[in-house]
């Protein structure tokens, strides 16, 4: 997506604001809102100048629970798991093994701070509650205990939903809490990933009195969750050489190229040829015993082995002398981005040689999406002021796209960075255009969902789709 113009920006502020600062940036903004709602919006759209407004991620997470109809003053009822199945959950998160070394980075350092440490799965479920037990007592009021679902549809901005959601370590202070009944307190929430995956299993949470909270909280939250991330990925490796110990001597029989991977893709062993160091597993797994194109070694027989599979190319890679046949460069190919799930953008190809499919990173979805909406191209620096509103972050846009094209072969061209003309390409987006990427503060993909929004523009492939009503409007065809 190309740059027209550099965006003005306002001064930098030096110091965050108080308290008091944010409950006026919070019932300015709710009122603003509410007499739109009943006028449509005024000619110049914005915050008046030298007026503090809310941080992107807290005015868009306000903004969506606008249209949600939350009230501020109530929220919804929130639906508690039963004992069973929030130990059920602790055990699916992987996040029980972990546990440990969070009590030991979070809770015993902070001294006299009192402080709640909250463990939330992937889906925003509170499975550990732990701190002072005063807090705790006042974190029951509002309804912050064991088994709640914390996310913004019951309970509005939070910590670890806006982490949860944005991917990366938040912080939510005082009235930045959409809830009134939250002002007093802040909470510090970073995510964790599974390292194997990809996949987000969770956060890490610290809640506390607003008036007490320290600023080095959030690097602290944010090092825990690495620090739970290096565990998950030791009991992986693990798992990793327990399965090598089991492939050796099936390989020594095998006749012909073959290798076992992880339920993930990683490569525990291989015979005969190259071994890569992960084969990208499709969203819906893989079917035994049935033939699958595999980036990167073409045609493969697929078996179940243990908690991994035994992959045989049906013909190997280079036996022809060309090398491996990507199906993505195909003339012809079909390039499908589906981002209707928010939490799981999914990238698929279809070509004459194959088809195959599997889950994006975030930062993957945001730069196809770019590139998807871009046919004409662009560069490097375009591309890290679209992403980070910084045209010098090139060499991060550069990492990026290399590994992209690590799988996407001669589907993404370059000079300018591009999708290629003979690929059809769709792009399929969620019912609202604002839970496009929603975990993305990427300034272009924030001008898209407004724009998606109000109908002067819509996603490659996507039928036009006409401007949502505003409140009084009469319904089409009265």
Sequence with gaps: MRQTGRQSRRPERRTPPTATELAKVHERTLTDAAARELTGPSPEEGGAPGLLEPRPEIGDSWARLRRLGLDPDTGAATVLLGPAEVEQRRRASGLDAVM??????????TGAVPLILAIAD???????????????RSADRIGFITGARWVEESVGTNGIAVALRARRPMHVHSAE???????????VAAPVHDPGTGRLVGAVNLSGPAHSIRPYLLQ???TAARLAETELRAHRLEALHQLRTLAAPMLARVGGPALVVDAAGWTAAAAGLPPPDRLRVPSEGWAPAAVHWVPGLGECVLEPLADGWLVRPVRPPGEDGTGPVDAEQSEGARLRLDLRRPDRPELSVRGAAGSWSHPLSPRHAELLLLLATGREGSTAAQLAEALFGDAGRTVTVRAELSRLRRYLGGLLAHRPYRIAESVLVTVEGPDDPYDLLPSSSAPAVRRLRTALAAGSARLPGAAPVPP?????DAPLGC
Excluded: D, F, K
């Design 177 to 187: 809490h959409y809830l009134r009944s939250h002002h007093s307190w802040t909470c």
């Design 468 to 472: 949502p009503r505003a409140p009084g």
């Design 220 to 222: 602290l939250t944010a």
């Design 122 to 136: 992937a889906e925003g479920h509170v499975l550990w509650q732990e701190g002072e037990r005063g807090l705790r």
């Design 100 to 109: 440990p070394v969070l009590r030991q980075t979070l809770l015993e350092p």
